[in-house]
Each structure stands twice: as structure tokens, then as C-alpha cells.
């Protein structure tokens, strides 16, 4: 079983929806947990922590809950340019621990 | 800043032969990682570094796979003979600390 998994989608929404990513994750040792993201044939980059409290960042909020070992990642009104694959991301020990991602489009 | 740097960007070749990817971490950075990425496993780390030393490489597929870190500013990845199956984008990332990653654009290998 991969250490953290995702909904591949495609998620195809209209611009201005609201969508939201979900993740689960394996090891309940796991110390902190990422968003990133990554557009078509580039490299991953950093999108938002993700903390216990719950954070928001512009139109992005997300929310992690320990003892069901779940993640969440919700975007409001969706853009095009949002469009990407969202990876969701566990450090556990020193290595981080990649989803395989979620597909987005807006369109 | 440049950014991390990879080298090649595409790199095609045959069974069977050699293959050395290159990279140059961010300048500062203590640890720098080796990724590869398939449609069918996603991005697996495959060995990190922490200030030039191997730290982990129990995701290193197997003894045909090798990767040195001889000073701060440079990592190779060889593949020796490589496989079909090996086809991928190898991305190196760097970091000063473990969570943020800053990655290159990849290698995009394919063996024939």
C-alpha cells in the first residue's frame, strides 16, 4: 500500500467553482504534510503547509485531521490558471512521501 | 538564482548502455534528493543527501542505479546498463530544510 494516497480525478470544473482534494496517509508517525503543485511537464513546487489548526492561504485552505489521517486541500473560486496536478505531501522521518497527485481543470 | 540545475533535459539511448544525469543544487542548501516520476508510480524518492552524504537509498531500485554527491555543488545519478523500464523524469531537488523542496525541471529519459 502507497504511504499516501490520492483521487487521480480529472476534476473538471467550471471557473469560479469550489473543488476540493482529499488525501489519506499511512503512517500516524508522520511529523507535517504539504500541498504542492505541479503543472503539465514542469517540475513540483510548494503550494501550503498544511497545519493542525487548519490554514488559509488567498483562496486556498487546508485541513489536516490527525486521527482519521486525512488531508484536504479546497480551492474557491477556481481559475484557470489553476488548473495543474495538486500532490499531497508527508514527511515522515526525513524523506518526503509524494502522492501520486489530483488532476485539475478549469475550464 | 538559478534554481537547481539538471542536465540533460531529454536524453534518449538504447538498452544496455550507460547514463549519467547531472545536477547543481541551489547554492546553501544542506540536502539534495533524486526523484523519478512515472505515470504509473508517481514521484518516488530514490536517495537523499545531507551535506554531500548518502543518507538513504532504500529506494534505489536496484544495484544498476548509483548516485554521488562528491562536493556541495554537484550530483550525479548513473544508470548502468539501463533498462526500458527505467524510462522516467529523474527530477533533482534541493533544500535547506526538508520539507520545502526546490526542484530542477527534470530529465526526461527514455530507453529505447
Known amino acids: 500500500r502507497k504511504e499516501v494516497e490520492q483521487d487521480p480525478g480529472p476534476f473538471n470544473v467550471p471557473e469560479g467553482a469550489t473543488v476540493a482534494f482529499n488525501c489519506t496517509y499511512s503512517?500516524?508517525?508522520?511529523?507535517?504534510f504539504f500541498w504542492y503543485r505541479q503543472d503539465c511537464r514542469k517540475e513540483p513546487k510548494l503550494l501550503m503547509s498544511?497545519?493542525?489548526s487548519g490554514n488559509e492561504d488567498g483562496r486556498f485552505t487546508a485541513q489536516l485531521n490527525r486521527a482519521s489521517q486525512y488531508i484536504s486541500l479546497l480551492i474557491r473560486d477556481s481559475k484557470l490558471s489553476d488548473s495543474a496536478t495538486y500532490l499531497c505531501v508527508v514527511l515522515s522521518g526525513y524523506a518526503l512521501n509524494f502522492g501520486k497527485g489530483t488532476s485539475l481543470l478549469v475550464t | 538564482d538559478a534554481g537547481v540545475i539538471q542536465s540533460p533535459r531529454h536524453e534518449v539511448t538504447e538498452m544496455g548502455q550507460e547514463v549519467t544525469l547531472r545536477c547543481k543544487p541551489i547554492?546553501?542548501?544542506?540536502?539534495l534528493f533524486w526523484y523519478r516520476q512515472t505515470m504509473m508510480r508517481g514521484l518516488e524518492l530514490l536517495i537523499y543527501f545531507n551535506n554531500n552524504v548518502p543518507i538513504d537509498d532504500s529506494g534505489m531500485p536496484e544495484d544498476r542505479f548509483s548516485a554521488k554527491m562528491p562536493n556541495a555543488s554537484f550530483s550525479t545519478l548513473k544508470i548502468q546498463p539501463s533498462e526500458p523500464r527505467d524510462s522516467a523524469v529523474y527530477f533533482c531537488?534541493?533544500?535547506?530544510?526538508?520539507?520545502?523542496?526546490?526542484f530542477g525541471s527534470g530529465t526526461q529519459l527514455s530507453v529505447l
Open positions: 547554492s546553501g542548501h544542506d540536502y
Open positions: 531537488a534541493s533544500s535547506s530544510r526538508v520539507e520545502k523542496l526546490f
Open positions: 498544511v497545519y493542525s
Open positions: 503512517n500516524s508517525a508522520s511529523q507535517s
